[in-house]
């Protein structure tokens, strides 16, 4: 193996083009990578959808949900199923293992569902299959403001949501705060009464005239011809002139008896920043962008965009972005190269002052270029730069200079003793080729295990290892292969330069003196005669005529010719008179120096040296030979060491404060779960931007796999002021001893520290009366948000019920224990219809006909589809009552047209509250309910050991589930199986793990 070192020196030249083509090719693989956040880390899970509107939790339960879970369960590498069943869809997660063949499982998940799509009830949209991506969250929102209609600030969404789709590195832009537009027919319920037209006639009419039919082709002597019958609606006059019934020559029309509006559908949700009503754009970058340069790209594109507005919308109009993670990833990309700077000069300041100058250039140069290499190898495996790669890089800038030290030291230690530079480094690298080697596999196979990390975990913190990797190689590759070429390159160079150096400071010093000026002008020379020649060269080229060879193209080519020498002639003289130049002034102190030692040899004769006998030791000297010196020493050394060791580990057990998978940072973004009714406003000089959005919608955020309260009716996302904008504050730093002068530094004021922001707004929104509030930090990782997670399944809904509330009143008995929720049903009711299928028969009506009649009342009868001027997708048709008529008391004057006249609805249904039931949760084709809660810092409890010692431990997420694991083992689960716990999330270092009874 050392003969590489040899082969390498034996190949100067071509090594040192190498290592000129490895900086070139790391230098732009660093420029080219993409920069993001996080890892993009691929989970092995699948999201099934089936929309069904107006389905109710129960009947989703029984006609989605278990079929699905039925044919989905045998599907292979399936490790947990969770079922969702909620009003208007039913959902199926699907987790498998790691390794899984995602092609292949989504083939069987689509066979699968067809097969379960068999079942379904008439009603079903078709479903959707989602993947799992933490990646595709959005970078940067854009958000729009101002005082101007609805349709108009739609409108310009939509147009700058298509603008930056087009995009090459955009994913999607996501609306949100917006609505569709829908076409509304509000229908008159006398008139429909005194026509006698029933809603099933308006759909008919609707959807029979609402079409394009390709009636066939037509051939004649002049050639084939098409023939369509375009009846589609093209605008909302096509829809009043509808024909719906006839009666001899009367024609009773849609605009007869309704109103018809382009409106919005009802609004679910509102959206508003910095307390203006807005429409955000959320954009998700793709995979494999440049983070910082996609967000830098958006914000250029919404500014030309505005630019193109009128003068007048740009006036009321207010555009910003916010919530740009870019800046992170920019402000973490600058650390990196402002420690990799860091390092290098500290590593040279310290080999310099242990070495000498040409061993601290080497050294130095090895940490960049092993960085480089990485990026290349980075480049080469198509990984993205993100914070666990900046974190293995920072890691190794301590550790990739090891082995360049060794081998620069004993080359300078061989060069001292009269040996060639070149011959002392292939030497060195030679010596310490296996010291060095075996030096950084050690430090390998401590982060080798990592490699096989499993789970989520594993897959966040692989990059970790793979960086290392790559990182060490490179500076294995730098120390034994590049750095001895460089330096018996460099060596050969410095004694050159030594040798004409002395010959110079031994000359004549007139000579000397006359060289300064005459190689500056020499320089001077050169730099004022290249550019001058090469203006002349572009010239002539610009003067030749190419048709005329002879008389143009050869004389202008031959004076060329010698101009480039004249060119290359001048560069070699302009070289050379810099080179003579640094080498006069490099003789001066030499010179000087030789001067001052003939003067002090001159002034005072030299003495012949002291002669010492006798051995002796220093300190540390007298130390190892107290421990070797006798056979008792060693072994009470060892007794000593052993002894402090375990002292050491008995007070960290009885003293540590726990352990946590990420280190718990100052987070820079918030969410506030509102869990009531009321308004809330934020006002904090610490809070830069924020989102508040009530109902349904709001903007994607990276949780960390946490979900929303239930009863959660809005949400406050809010973002603290940047790192580097928050005001300065001075602080003593020291006192100056025996004295009163205290010395102060510039500091950030703490009161804008993200977790302090986080308190003080936390104990000002407690204040609001009416309402409950959660603040849910930014997450620093693939983590459950809440760590104390307990999950009770069971098939008898009462008796699961009754123990989940059980539970969640020990939680909050728990001390340490707060933010508790569950996902029991809320508090509320529903109303339910009942519909007396036998009376309904005796009038000529059936449960169809009510459900129609009942959607007049609540979001309308879907009549069809149309498209408008200006939209790129489709709006619907929706027919219901006037919006006065829109209450439950209206179902008890409505009648109903059967075959024996009009008969009204009461005569055969009644309705009843009933308690809200909105969604249903199922793991493994079980009901199950969830209890969380987040554990207080800061806290601790006194415990009494086996002996009877007390002592105070800390209040962690394992300590209080220990606690909460030994009452549910007490007894108090229902008798017969009737119900099962689990904690899904139970956090230990390594990360979640499963425990199930």
């Keep these: 193996m050392t003969g590489i070192v040899d082969w390498a020196a034996s190949r100067a030249r071509m090594v040192l083009a190498f290592v000129v083509l490895s900086i070139l090719a790391g230098t732009m693989a660093y420029i080219g990578l993409p920069k993001e956040g996080e890892p993009d880390i691929e989970i092995p899970a699948l999201f099934i959808t089936v929309p069904f509107p107006g389905i109710s939790a129960e009947d989703s339960e029984k ?14 590498g399936l490790k947990k199923m969770t079922g969702t069943a909620s009003e208007n869809f039913g959902g199926v997660a699907l987790e498998f293992e790691f390794g899984w063949d995602k092609t292949r499982i989504l083939a069987d998940v689509r066979d699968a569902m067809d097969k379960a799509e068999a079942e379904f009830p008439e009603g079903f949209e078709k479903y959707t299959i989602n993947e799992v991506n933490f990646s595709e969250f959005p970078i940067i929102i854009v958000n729009l403001s101002g005082p101007v209609p609805e349709r108009t600030m739609t409108r310009l969404a939509k147009d700058l949501q298509d603008t930056l789709e087009a995009l090459e590195p955009v994913l999607e832009a996501g609306i949100a705060g917006s609505r569709d537009e829908m076409v509304e027919v509000v229908i008159d319920p006398l008139k429909l009464e005194s026509y006698n037209v029933t809603a099933l006639d308006l759909i008919n009419a609707v959807q029979n005239n609402n079409q394009l039919i390709p009636a066939g082709e037509v051939d004649s002597a002049q050639g084939t011809f098409a023939v369509k019958i375009p009846a589609s609606f093209e605008e909302t006059r096509d829809i009043y002139q509808l024909p719906i019934k006839t009666n001899g020559d009367r024609i009773v029309r849609l605009g007869d008896i309704a109103t018809i509006n382009l409106t919005f559908e009802d609004r679910q949700g509102t959206a508003r920043f910095d307390g203006e009503t807005t429409v955000a754009l959320q954009v998700v970058k793709r995979k494999g962008f440049n983070i910082i340069d996609t967000a830098a790209l958006v914000r250029r ?10 003068e007048e919308l740009r006036a009321v109009i207010s555009v910003g972005a916010s919530n740009d993670q870019s800046r992170t990833v920019g402000s973490m990309v600058s650390q990196l190269e402002g420690s990799v700077l860091t390092a290098i000069a500290l590593v040279m300041i310290v080999t310099l002052a242990a070495l000498g100058i040409r061993p601290a250039l080497l050294v130095g140069f090895a940490i960049p270029t092993s960085f480089l290499l990485c990026f290349a190898l980075l480049a080469i495996m198509g990984v993205s730069v993100s914070n666990i790669v900046m974190f293995g890089l920072i890691l190794a800038v301590g550790m990739l200079v090891d082995g360049a030290i060794v081998v620069v030291e004993y080359a300078d230690k061989r060069i001292a003793e009269g040996e060639g530079p070149m011959h002392a480094y292939v030497g060195a690298a030679k010596r310490m080729f296996w010291p060095v080697v075996s030096s950084t596999a050690t430090t390998l196979c401590a982060f080798l295990p990592m490699l096989f990390w499993p789970g989520v975990p594993g897959q966040f913190m692989g990059m970790l290892p793979i960086t290392l990797i790559f990182v060490l190689s490179a500076s294995l590759l730098v120390a034994l292969v590049y750095l001895p070429v460089l330096g018996g390159v460099t060596g050969r160079l410095e004694r050159w330069f030594s040798e004409r150096t002395e010959a110079i400071a031994g000359g004549f010093w007139l000579w000397h003196v006359l060289l300064l000026p005459v190689a500056a002008g020499a320089a001077l020379l050169a730099g004022r005669g290249v550019p001058v020649l090469l203006a002349e060269v572009g ?11 002879l008389g143009s193209v050869l004389p202008t080519l031959t004076t060329v010719f010698g101009l480039v020498l004249g060119v290359v002639a001048l560069v070699g003289l302009g070289v050379g008179a810099v080179t003579t130049v640094l080498l006069a002034l490099l003789a001066i102190p030499r010179r000087c120096g ?5 003067l002090g040899q001159a002034l005072r004769p030299g003495r012949k040296p002291r002669v010492e006998a006798g051995y002796r030791r220093s300190a540390f000297g007298w130390v190892i030979h107290a421990i070797v010196g006798n056979p008792v020493m ?8 052993f002894v402090l060791v375990g002292s050491v580990l008995m007070f960290y057990m009885g003293n540590n404060n726990g352990t946590q998978f990420f280190v718990d940072t100052e987070p820079e973004q918030a969410i506030v779960y509102v869990r009531g009714r009321g308004n809330l406003s934020i006002a904090h000089p610490g809070v830069e931007t924020v989102f508040a959005f009530a109902g349904d919608g709001g903007l994607n955020n990276n949780t960390g796999g946490a979900q929303p309260p239930r009863d959660t009716i809005g949400q406050v996302q809010f973002e603290t002021i940047p790192w580097e904008k928050r005001p300065q504050v001075m602080e003593t730093w020291f006192t100056l001893p025996f004295t009163d002068l205290a010395v102060r530094r510039s500091m950030i004021d703490p009161a804008f520290d993200g977790n302090a922001v986080i308190d003080q707004l936390t104990a000002e929104l407690e204040q609001i009366p009416g309402i409950k509030i959660e603040i849910l930090g930014q997450s620093r990782g693939p983590a459950s948000a809440k760590p104390v997670h307990l999950r009770i399944r069971g098939d008898d809904w009462d008796t699961l019920m009754r123990f989940t509330e ?6 909050e008995s728990t001390a340490g224990l707060h933010q508790i929720e569950d996902t029991l049903p809320l508090p509320g009711i529903d109303w339910q219809i009942d519909v007396d299928v036998e009376r309904a028969g005796r009038f000529g009506a059936d449960v169809a006909t009510v459900g129609i009649m009942v959607q007049l009342v609540t979001r309308g009868v879907l009549l069809d589809t149309m498209r408008i001027p200006g939209s790129d997708e489709e709006v619907e048709i929706r027919v219901r009552l006037p919006e006065t008529d829109r209450v439950l008391s209206t179902l008890d004057a409505l009648k109903v047209t059967t075959p024996n006249g009009l008969v009204p609805l009461s005569n055969f249904i009644t309705r009843r509250p009933v308690q809200q039931l909105a969604q249903i949760d199922r793991i493994d084709q079980t009901r199950f309910f969830d209890v969380k809660a987040a554990v207080e810092d800061g806290l601790t409890a006194t415990v009494r050991d086996a002996q009877g010692n007390e002592r105070r431990v800390p209040l962690t997420a394992n300590e209080r589930i220990e606690r909460l694991t030994e009452w549910l083992e007490s007894g108090v689960l229902p008798a017969g199986g009737l119900c099962r716990r689990a904690w899904p999330h139970v956090h230990h270092p390594a990360g979640a793990v499963q425990q199930r009874l």
């Design 63 to 76: 006609l989605l949900v278990k079929p699905m879970e039925t044919e989905l369960s045998d599907l292979d």
């Design 301 to 310: 594109t919404v500014a030309e965009a505005e630019a193109r507005w009128p």
């Design 539 to 549: 010239a002539r080229f610009g003067q030749m005529d190419g048709a005329a060879i």
């Design 594 to 598: 030789k001067a001052l030692r003939a």
């Design 634 to 641: 060693p072994l009470v050394a060892f007794g000593a060491v």
């Design 806 to 811: 059980e539970a969640r009143a020990r939680f």
